[in-house]
């Protein structure tokens, strides 16, 4: 819609933008939450950039896979592969660098109610990073929904903009914002309802059946499709399955142990 805009001599794009202030408020947001909860900030911060860099890694090497068929050859074109330049990164690949990083940093974390709270940490912080993202990517022209004559249509604003190719598009950017917030605002209450920790992987799942329901509406090369009636569904949606089965695995055991505590709580009191 407005891919970049010009300070000085330099172009800044909304897409690369949008990353930054979602990284920022990312860390901001695990900032304030560790020092509500008592956490250690710092033992997480240490293992940022393997979060960072599995999702670069990974989404990067998903894109080459896919669009060139094979392995990267050589390292030249593996360091092509990882070249930022038009932000070619396959959501199926960050999904996947994203939940092995954070799989291995909750394993490490011996006590049961620390690793419930920093899953609860990390599913506000990248629920509440994807708010910012989601406005910039409608900004820009790495993420467009599919051509609307509704009166929710976005046009294009910029002469450059991809969108000029369409009358107008849906703002799926702006659609994951509001849900992302949406699904937040719901873990949120629900812990305050239930006025217990460890509903972050139950959070996940649910941003990432939210996530995967806005994907459907975009723009974007298709790789092993199964259409169910006219909605296509792909890799993306294949990879989240899985892992939204697991997120809800994790919960439901959880679950499952907390109900067995508190049936053995008063058992063992009556022993006594």
């Known amino acids: 819609m407005y891919p970049y805009i010009t300070w000085w001599a330099s172009k800044i794009y909304m897409t690369g933008l949008g990353i930054i202030i979602a990284f920022l408020v990312f860390v901001v947001v695990w900032r304030y939450l560790t020092r509500k909860t008592y956490q250690n900030f710092w033992k997480f911060f240490y293992r940022l950039p393997a979060l960072v860099i599995s999702m670069y890694v990974l989404g990067a090497l998903t894109t080459s896979i896919l ?15 990882l070249s ?21 940093f909750l394993k490490k974390i011996i006590r049961v109610e620390n690793r419930k709270n920093r899953a609860d940490i990390l599913f506000f912080a990248f629920s509440l990073a994807i708010v910012p993202l989601g406005i910039f990517l409608m900004f820009g022209d790495n993420f467009i929904g599919f051509p609307t ?3 929710i249509g976005v046009k294009s604003l910029h002469f450059e903009s991809q ?3 369409f009358n107008a598009v849906l703002p799926i950017g702006l659609f994951l914002s509001i849900w992302s917030l949406a ?8 812990k305050r309802v239930k006025k217990k920790t460890g509903f972050g992987m139950l959070g996940f799942a649910i941003l990432l059946f939210i996530i995967n329901i806005v994907l459907v509406f975009q723009q974007y090369p298709r790789y092993g ?16 399955f899985l892992v939204i089965m697991y997120c809800l695995y994790i919960n439901h055991v959880r679950r499952q142990n907390e109900i067995d505590r508190s049936i053995a709580t008063p058992i063992t009191k009556l022993i006594e």
């Open 149 to 151: 004559d509704s009166i």
């Open 163 to 165: 969108l000029n190719k």
């Open 84 to 104: 930022p330049y038009g932000y070619k990164f396959h959501f199926a690949g960050m999904v996947a660098g994203a939940f092995i990083s954070i799989g291995m």
């Open 225 to 240: 499709v199964i259409s169910i009636g006219s909605i296509m569904i792909d890799i993306k949606q294949y990879v989240s």
């Open 183 to 190: 699904t937040a605002l719901f873990i949120l209450i629900l």
């Open 67 to 81: 669009d060139r068929g094979s392995l990267p050859e050589g390292i030249g074109w593996f360091l092509s592969t």
